[in-house]
């Protein structure tokens, strides 16, 4: 239960006291600052407060978003201030000096307590949320006269219409924000007045997309139908439990994690589904969906690193970004750009489309050449900004950078000992191991050729982190990591040309995939790497590269198959559980919510 501290003299007909306790609230009334400081410290030290004005004069959207937002520890809008338990001490700190200002039995006036407390709190260095209110009214009236014209801007803003329309992510896709959203965000509302929360709606969104891939793996074409109804049908919720915690502001550690890692689930159990509709109709297209996945996941890693490398940077400009900035002028650009990067509306949308009316193999083909395209347009488009801007990263940025190249004891104990290199060449290192292990792999095959490529790969790895990732390309150190490991696993599973090992492939690259996802959500809930024991226990990168090289040269290929499939159920079980500890144990704690804004993925 959060509790709301009116202060100052009621106002006959305000609604604020009914509005207050529609959003939880259990409300209070203060006759002065000393009387606020008592009922403050009476309030539980885990629960928020909020102090309000009495002649506040708004819209009940307006007192949402200012006081029940659960992403911010201190908001503030005209007239009314709230703390939640993270920021308690200080507001209760700011509030004992106002307290303090009466003297000799006086009391200091309740009417701008509101507004005093949340200057103070800018003034002792505490991050005051205000939130953007558009067209929501939310005043302080100083007389009758302007106190009635407040009320009727309240009147003249639909306050519902609003805040349907805030449902809906800022920046989307051309697909998402023409086709999905006019009515999903409705679906949002519906879910939201019957009590359903966001995590209920993304599992929901799950388990549809994993009855879709059932429906392919039918590999009939009433299955395919069926599938892609069941695609876009997930997408539909996908989008709505995004909309439903904005509309109710439920946002959740727990639901940020929950909605990016099904996300990636969804869209990589459907390639299953499709592989194994395809091999019951004697079509093996398990390279193509093992492809599909590692060129998608490579591309979300430049995302990634790109976005981290210049979280915090200073004089981050460029020609390059300018140029953009200019064609955001023109309306209709925006558009296609936002299209030829593929996001996941257009992904999904030609994805269910192709699955319904044409064949598997054709639906991957559309698919790689798709991600292939958008993945030069973005990569080229970043490092065109890179290299034309002087921006100068922070010590953040480049330990975030280490934290996604995920390197093992193997890079870590040989980047300790190897000799200084000039920096600026960290990119062209992680390149060049990256090359040679993959093309070893398709030249070689399994050999002891590959294994001393693999080998070498290894010390370049380590070579490309034994400085701080701070230069202007190296941001592409993590994306070239990821397409040495998974590349040299999908290359290897096909050339061992005996049933089952590109399905065990698909499963280990899915595995360490999630891994690595997992690491970019901790990072943005600013949580931290994954446990330095996870990467060790997994080996790094490059110790499970050189490790799949070996095994593929030792083994025969069913025993390379099998041994794939033992290292991704060791892979996936140790990630796993320590994912769904660390999530489970955040959210319980309490860590601050997060839900994300960015790009469409």
Known sequence: MSTAILTGQPVPGSSLEGDLRSLGFDVRVATDAGDAETLLAAVPANERVAIVDTRFVGHLHALRLGLTDPRFPAAALPGAVTAQPAARRALTRVLAR???????????????????????????????????????????????QARNEARQAVLAVDD??????????????????????????????????????????????????????GCAATGTRGGFVAAGVLLILSFVLDCTDGQLARYSLQYSTLGAWLDATFDRAKEYAYYAGLALGAARGGDDVW??????????????????????????????????????????????????????????????????????????????????????????????????????????????????????????????????????????TAFLSAAGGALLVVLAAWAFGPSWQLVLCAGISVLLAAEAVSHPLKSALDWLVPPFFRAAEYGTVLVLAARADVNGALPAAFGLVA???????????RIRGDAGAPPHWLVRATGGHEGRTLLVTVLATLL???????????????VALLVLAESIRFWVAAHRAGAPAVHDEGEPA
């Open 287 to 424: 390279a193509l969906a093992l492809g599909a996945m590692v060129l998608q996941t490579c591309r979300h890693v430049v995302d990634f690193s790109f976005n981290e490398a210049n979280h915090d940077a200073t004089a981050n400009t460029s020609p390059t970004a300018a140029l953009s900035d200019r064609l955001d002028a023109v309306g209709w650009t925006v558009w296609v750009r936002r299209m030829i990067v593929l996001p996941i509306g257009e992904r999904w949308a030609m994805i269910a489309v192709l699955t319904a009316a044409t064949t598997p193999r054709i639906t991957f083909y559309a698919l790689l050449i798709g991600c292939a395209f958008a993945a030069t347009y973005t990569t080229a488009g970043r490092v065109l900004r890179s290299v034309t801007r002087k921006a100068r990263r922070t010590d953040r940025a480049a330990q975030a950078l280490a934290d996604l190249a995920d390197s093992g004891p193997l890079a870590e104990l040989l980047a300790a000992v190897l000799p200084g290199k000039a920096r600026g």
């Open 160 to 213: 519902e219409a609003v805040r349907l329309r805030g449902a809906v992510k800022a920046r989307d896709g051309f697909f998402t924000t023409h086709f999905i959203s006019p009515y999903s965000r409705h679906l949002a509302r519906w879910c939201a007045r019957r009590g359903l929360t966001p995590n209920q709606v993304t599992t929901a969104s799950l388990l549809t997309a994993l009855i879709a891939a």
């Open 511 to 521: 595995a360490v995939a999630y891994h690595h996802y997992d690491t970019v959500y």
């Open 556 to 570: 025969t290929a069913a025993q390379f198959k099998v041994a794939l499939t033992a290292l991704a159920g060791y």
């Open 98 to 144: 106002e307290s303090s200002m009466a003297t000799g039995g006086a009391t200091v006036v309740t009417g701008d307590l509101a507004e005093r407390i949340t200057e103070a709190l800018d003034a002792d260095g505490v991050p005051v949320h205000r939130p953007e209110l558009g067209t929501l009214v939310a005043v302080v009236p100083a007389d009758p």
